[in-house]
């Protein structure tokens, strides 16, 4: 495995990959690799002929500072993770080679109506952050391919209206959320939590299943009960609820009877960790 860690070796790079005509994937991640990351390694791997992982995290994206200077930041272990998983090439810049004249005065990518809705209010611009160094990445990269998770589906959605938008000629592939056997999502977060908090985290993934199957239930009916009841549960089971309710799938409108295709977004505080997962589901009549 090759790392980089300046712009211009890693443009000498992709010129010499690009005249060879080999097929790049990028995985986009914040380090501290997890099984997730690893599952969409292995996805690049079907679809490119060199796999390129990032690791920056971006402090553009961080709406607290505090959150920023805590997240776990694990480069060495990282590295051995992606030998073992035989990446190509590790992109892994400092700061300042991002964001040589600080981030003020930054040129920035803005998805108007999905940034600011859902997590994007309860976080202001931090889908800015993300979408401004994806396409920094995508410029820097020109990769094929570009490899993200379900976990963060609003982030998925946004990306992917960005490079349609913006005429990006890479195809956006998605992977499902891959879990703990208990059924908590994969996130570097969770190395926040307690013993404790990890048994009780499980929990929201399993109200989101239930909530569901209710709403099935229902055919959609007694909605904003249904969502209240499950908040009352994760609330009594010790958890802050910020986001949790239905949405288009697709367009991550408000829920509304005649869309069949939806997705439940939570977003909750388990202690000073902020938890993210969602289900898709489709209503049948």
């Known amino acids: 495995m090759r790392i980089i860690k300046t712009t211009d070796a890693l443009y000498k790079t992709i010129q010499f990959l690009k005249k060879k005509q080999k097929k790049l994937g990028l995985v986009p991640t914040m380090g501290n690799l997890h099984k997730g990351h690893i599952k969409l390694i292995l996805l690049a791997k079907k679809y490119a002929d060199i796999v390129i992982v990032s690791i920056f995290v971006n402090p553009m994206q961080f709406d607290n500072l505090l959150d920023l200077k805590k997240y776990p930041q694990t480069f060495i272990e990282d590295c051995l993770v992606l030998k073992n998983e035989k990446v190509d090439i590790l992109f892994a810049p ?12 930054h040129t920035y990518i803005q998805v108007p109506k999905l940034s600011k809705i859902i997590e994007g209010k309860s976080r202001p611009g931090h889908f800015i952050g993300v979408t401004t160094i994806i396409g920094k990445l ?15 589906y609003q982030q998925l959605l946004i990306v992917k209206t960005f490079v349609k938008e913006l005429n990006y ?6 992977l499902p959320t891959i879990r703990l056997k208990n059924g908590l999502a994969f996130s570097s977060r969770n190395k926040y939590l307690t013993n404790i908090e990890l048994q009780k985290a499980s929990f929201l993934y399993k109200i989101i299943r239930k909530t569901i199957n209710i709403i099935l239930k229902n055919n959609g009916k007694k909605l904003h009960q249904t969502i209240n009841l499950a908040k009352m549960s994760l609330i009594q089971k010790g958890f802050l609820v910020d986001i949790f309710n239905v949405y288009n799938s697709q367009t991550l409108d408000d ?18 960790t902020r938890l993210i997962d969602n289900k898709k589901f489709t209503l049948l009549n």
Do not use: R, T
């Open 94 to 105: 400092k700061i300042s080679e991002i964001y040589p004249d600080g981030l003020k005065m």
């Open 138 to 152: 995508f410029n820097l990269i020109q990769p094929n391919f570009s490899f993200f998770g379900e976990k963060d």
């Open 169 to 174: 000629p890479i195809k956006i592939i998605s």
């Open 255 to 272: 829920f509304s009877e005649k869309n069949k295709k939806n997705i439940i977004l939570a977003s909750v505080w388990l202690g000073s």
